[in-house]
């Protein structure tokens, strides 16, 4: 919640709707990766490394509560 309260001055500094949709696509997947006890930045990193090989019909597995670091 405190990532919350400091960003609220910049959330009216995002520039367009679309920059808003973006923050807000951020900001949940950060914080959906610490709700699931998963390191936001190695899950992410990992992610983005797998999707261009990864097939569209297991996109499940990329998801943080589905996430582990041993690969």
């Known amino acids: 919640m405190r990532s919350v309260a400091i960003g609220r001055k910049n959330y009216l500094f995002v520039g367009s709707l679309t920059g808003g949709r973006a923050a807000a696509i951020a900001y949940t997947l950060i914080e959906t ?24 019909t297991r996109i499940d597995d990329l998801l943080p509560w589905h996430w582990r670091t041993e690969k």
Do not use: E, M, R
């Open 33 to 56: 990766a610490k709700l699931n006890g998963v390191d936001p930045q190695a899950w992410l990193a990992d992610t983005l490394a797998c999707i261009p090989d990864h097939k569209i």
